[in-house]
Structures are given as structure tokens and as C-alpha cells.
């Protein structure tokens, strides 16, 4: 008989921001993931409209039981590079959304995430989908909670171009120093860059799917489709959106979604016109050990039968 795999406890740090707010309603769905705890940072929008947004997609999830907290406002540089250019003025624009149905934890994001890696039976992993600050700020104060992640899989990065910048993604540029904490951390990574997430493509065929879908989730995640896929047209003359954030999440919950390449991966943080561009070594030209795993290919057809399927169930759920 096969085992039952046991849930996988997350913490999901993200700047919800339209794709960010599909991997929340794939990670509440899940039954093979534990949504421990949602933290949130700058990124697509101001902290304080991430963090607005993250109670909202909760409460439109009905999970209003999973404890929300309020993260970095800006990089460790002191930075704070938004995306509102994409995801618009409140950074999850269009279909109205309820008021949030529960109230934001009183402790930060780091001191959220430190509390469930303390209190958690077992290591947890922490997906980051979004500038990666509050995570390198956690290993910079908490060392020791270290031992407790599990593995870290976040989206950001690209082993090709970037899209913020010719050579940069969003929430590498956004703290590239963070990212290179995380990196020189020891803790095992999984990088989901623009080279894997352009291939989950948001197409017709895909929105028609989540518009046929006969509750509320299906429409709102619809119209989330539309402003998102009208800015990336704009920015990038994009004909569908590349939906990222729940990439991660998939990666999780189907492995066999996603292979993988062991490579050594760096982040500029100095380059006049490169910052925040990821160097990802594919071919060992550095001769440097491997230290992350970089997602190479996706099978679409399986990851939007699973995105649709999630988002389908919860809909009817409510
Ligand atoms: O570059 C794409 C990434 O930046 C996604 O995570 C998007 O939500 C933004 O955060
Ligand atoms: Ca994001």
C-alpha cells in the first residue's frame, strides 16, 4: 500500500501581486502542503498593500485561520523597488475583493517565521516568492533557526535574460543582497527563475478554463488573469502572462513537474548595469561546486491541470 506522504509545512513569504495570490490559493488548497504561516514584503507593491492584499486572498480562500505577518518595506540596501508598473496602483487590480475576515499577527514577518521553525516537530521549508529580505534577515538573526528549514525554493532569478531589467528579474534586483545571504547560507535551494516560469503561460485556452469555472474564485482569478496579462503585453508585448509564483508551489506538490539542474549560482550585487542579474554556471565554466538545484523545464499541460484543479476545488468549497 503506499504510504501517505505526510503534508509539507511551508512558510510562504511573498508581494501578492496577481501570480503571488494563486500560489496562495494553491498552497491553502493543497493537501500536500501545510501553510504554516503567509508573511509578506515589499515587491509588486508597498508593504502595507502586500500585506492588505495577502489577508484578502486568505479571507477569498477561507483561510482565515492561517496567521499573516507584516514583513520588510524595503531591501537591506535600504531600497524599494516596486513593481506597481505590472500589477497596478493597490498591486492586485481588478475584480473587487472582500475585506479582510481576520486580523494581521502582531509580530513581524522574521519573528513569525522564527516562531514557527522553533515551535514545528520537523524542519520547515520556506517558500519565497517575492524580494527575498525577510528570509536573509531570519538567517542574519536567527542562525540557529537555520537547521530547522528544510530547504528554501524560491521564484526569482533567470539562467537568461531578466525582465526589470535586460538582465535582471524583479525580486533579484529588487534585493540582491539578500539573495546572495541566502545563497552563502548553506541551506539547501531551489531557484525557480524566468527561464522555467515563461514556459506557465497564462493563455486563453487557460483563462477560459478559470472563467467556465462556476464560483468566485474561478471569476476573480479570471479577471486577475486579464490586468495581468494587459500589463505584461504593455511592458513586455507578452501575448499571455507568465503566471511564476505558483511554480513553487507546484514544484512542491508534483515534483515530477519540474526538472531540475545542479549548478553553482551566484548574484551580481556591484555591476553598474548588471545588479541583481543571477549567474547561473550550467556548463561548469567556474569549476565551482554545484550549490543550487535551478528549474530547467515545466510541463505546462500538468502544471495548469493542477493550478485549475486546485483553484476549481476551492471554488466549490465555498
Ligand atoms: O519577476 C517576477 C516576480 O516578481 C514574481 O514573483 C512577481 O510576483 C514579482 O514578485
Ligand atoms: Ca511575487
Known sequence: ??????????????????????????????????????????????????????????????????????????????????????????????????????RLSEKSAVELMHLVLE????????????????????????????????????????????????TAEFNTYADPEALDIVITSGIPIRMVGLNLTHQALATPEVVARMQAMRHSIGRICGEWMGFFGSSYHAVWNFDSPPVHDPCTIAALIKPELITWQECFLAVETKGEWTRGTTVVDLHKRYRKSPNASV?????????????????????RRQ
Open 1 to 102: 500500500m503506499s504510504e501517505k506522504l505526510a503534508p509539507i509545512p511551508i512558510i510562504l513569504d511573498c508581494d501578492p501581486g496577481h501570480d503571488d495570490a494563486i500560489a496562495i490559493l494553491l498552497a491553502v488548497q493543497s493537501p500536500r502542503i501545510d501553510l504554516r504561516a503567509v508573511t509578506t514584503t515589499f515587491g509588486n507593491c508597498s508593504i502595507e498593500d502586500a500585506t492588505r492584499n495577502a489577508l484578502r486572498i486568505l479571507t477569498l480562500a477561507g483561510a482565515t485561520n492561517i496567521p499573516v505577518a507584516r514583513g520588510a518595506a524595503g531591501s537591506l540596501a535600504g531600497l524599494s523597488e516596486l513593481g506597481n508598473y505590472v500589477h497596478g496602483p493597490s498591486g492586485l487590480d481588478g475584480p473587487e475583493m472582500p475585506e479582510p475576515g481576520f
Open 119 to 166: 515551535s514545528s516537530d520537523r524542519p520547515v521549508t520556506i517558500v519565497a516568492t517575492g524580494p527575498i529580505t525577510n528570509v536573509a534577515t531570519l538567517i542574519q538573526n536567527h542562525p540557529e533557526a537555520v537547521a530547522k528549514v528544510a530547504e528554501i525554493v524560491f521564484m526569482g532569478g533567470s539562467t537568461e535574460r531578466g525582465n526589470h531589467t535586460p
Open 295 to 315: 528549474a530547467m523545464k515545466l510541463d505546462t499541460a500538468g502544471y495548469w491541470d493542477l493550478v485549475l484543479g486546485a483553484m476549481d476545488e476551492l471554488g
